[in-house]
């Protein structure tokens, strides 16, 4: 059953749902803490930062780093002092929130919330992913289950969520015995990172396969796009219907970088009944397809998405993909807001297609974070080109996909100082904010 996006399977996860006193007591003194920096001056202006980024009145970058795998090399797993499973998994959460404000110093918000997510499975497809390798994070080969579409197709089935409550809520009994009086428990589940499809039509039928199908199988290609389509809007309906949703208009992560503050969807508290999605931010991506030409993309996966997004009220379009190539197809998504500029892609020329329309997620190289000691020109000379590549549009700089930070936990830090300062530098010194106009 999973926990929520990043948590591990709480079937994983051996724990007795009751903590020792040493252990609320460690607990609750973090939490004093995290809600401490919730409340300071500074985190309610990293607030204003992002809602104005959002609302697109932003006059310069905003800044968010995440280490994601280097946290292993940031607070070791020798340094929790908690015992319990459930327990070491909380207390990294909130010390990784102090982190953040104490020592990366980037724009991330900590929030004086402790969001529980339910317990649920997940029925799937309908045929079973295996997979070839993957150890410890490792690469994997897909051992895909469609095989022959004319035998494979009709056992594929729409998936089914399927919650627990019973352990959800024995799950934030727990949490607000721990953090009640100093965090705002909330029941909150993160239900998808994208809505993209292709992750899984290449999980049921192959990388190789699918590229070839494209091709050699074009009927069956919109056929499982069609399928899947089906099956993800009848998740969406499910979600709504059993009130199952909340709002991402805070400082949830979304898209692939960036976080939902904006005043203009609606926030939890405004909303009288069930949250909808379109009261949300919505997301897709195709990196996968980041082989296929422009046309094909538009051909074959662009208009299954449009017809999920369509549903939420702004949407976020793209990771890795180079999206310049694309952008012409890409800007037809109903209510786009942000819009992935990965390192693969050309940001002066998405700096001049998208202005001040939309926000430009620009992501450089995690590459030089990746060694014991990092290469400071290097960074200077990529961001500083980014940076003036996209001034006076609206932009924020995203540092992630950190699957390591060569043991050096400084490097995250230092490349936040270096984004301060070339945007100082920038800014300062350009002061007209119509280059992209």
């Known amino acids: 059953m999973q926990t929520a996006a990043g948590f591990p399977l709480i079937e994983d996860i051996h724990t007795h749902f009751k903590f020792t006193p040493e252990e609320i007591a460690i607990l609750r003194k973090l939490a004093k803490e995290v809600a401490e920096i919730a409340s300071s001056d500074i985190n309610k202006q990293k607030i204003m930062k992002w809602q104005a980024l959002n609302n697109l009145i932003s006059q310069e970058p905003v800044?968010?780093?995440?280490?994601?795998?280097?946290?292993?090399?940031?607070?070791?797993?020798?340094?929790?002092?908690?015992?319990?499973?459930?327990?070491?998994?909380?207390?990294?959460?909130?010390?990784?929130?102090?982190?953040?404000?104490?020592?990366?110093?980037?724009?991330?918000?900590?929030?004086?919330?402790?969001?529980?997510?339910?317990?649920?499975?997940?029925?799937?497809?309908?045929?079973?992913?295996?997979?070839?390798?993957?150890?410890?994070?490792?690469a994997y080969h897909v051992i895909p289950p469609v095989k022959d579409y004319e035998r494979d197709f009709e056992q594929l089935e729409f998936p089914e969520i399927v919650v627990d409550y019973e352990t959800s809520d024995v799950m934030y009994r727990l949490a607000e015995d721990v953090f009640g009086g100093i965090l705002e428990v909330r029941r909150k589940t993160i239900w998808w990172w994208t809505l993209g499809m292709t992750w899984d039509f290449i999980n049921l039928r192959g990388l190789d396969q699918f590229m070839m199908d494209l091709i050699l199988y074009p009927e069956w290609v919109h056929k499982m796009m069609d399928f899947l389509t089906e099956g993800y809007l009848k998740r969406l309906d499910f979600l709504e219907e059993h009130n199952l949703l909340h709002t991402n208009t805070e400082g949830t992560y979304v898209?692939?970088?960036?976080?939902?503050?904006?005043?203009?969807?609606?926030?939890?508290?405004?909303?009288?009944?069930?949250?909808?999605?379109?009261?949300?931010?919505?997301?897709?991506?195709?990196?996968?397809?980041?082989?296929?030409?422009?046309?094909?993309?538009?051909?074959?996966?662009?208009?299954?998405?449009?017809k999920i997004l369509s549903r939420f009220g702004l949407n976020c379009y793209g990771c890795c993909e180079p999206i310049h190539v694309r952008w012409d197809y890409v800007k037809t998504i109903p209510r786009l807001r942000r819009v992935s500029a990965s390192p693969w892609a050309d940001k002066a020329i998405m700096a001049k297609e998208l202005g001040r329309d939309y926000i430009i997620s620009a992501k450089p190289s995690p590459t030089p974070l990746s060694r014991p000691v990092l290469n400071e020109a290097v960074v200077r000379e990529e961001l500083r080109k980014?940076?003036?590549?996209?001034?006076?549009?609206?932009?924020?700089?995203?540092?992630?996909?950190?699957?390591?930070?060569?043991?050096?936990?400084?490097?995250?830090?230092?490349?936040?100082?270096?984004?301060?300062?070339?945007?100082?530098?920038?800014?300062?010194?350009?002061?007209?904010?119509e280059a992209c106009l």
């Open 386 to 433: 980014i940076i003036e590549d996209t001034k006076g549009c609206v932009v924020e700089l995203i540092m992630k996909d950190n699957h390591t930070l060569g043991n050096n936990k400084r490097n995250i830090t230092r490349w936040v100082e270096i984004v301060r300062e070339e945007i100082a530098r920038v800014y300062d010194s350009h002061p007209t904010k």
């Open 63 to 138: 800044v968010f780093a995440d280490p994601e795998n280097g946290w292993n090399e940031i607070i070791h797993a020798s340094e929790l002092r908690c015992v319990d499973q459930l327990a070491r998994v909380w207390e990294m959460f909130l010390r990784k929130q102090i982190y953040w404000a104490k020592e990366i110093k980037d724009d991330k918000v900590v929030e004086h919330y402790f969001d529980v997510p339910y317990c649920y499975t997940d029925t799937g497809w309908g045929l079973p992913l295996k997979k070839e390798g993957g150890k410890d994070g490792g």
């Open 255 to 306: 898209g692939s970088g960036g976080f939902g503050f904006t005043s203009q969807l609606p926030k939890q508290g405004d909303i009288i009944g069930k949250v909808r999605t379109q009261d949300m931010w919505g997301f897709c991506e195709s990196q996968e397809t980041v082989g296929v030409s422009p046309e094909m993309f538009n051909t074959f996966i662009l208009p299954y998405q449009k």
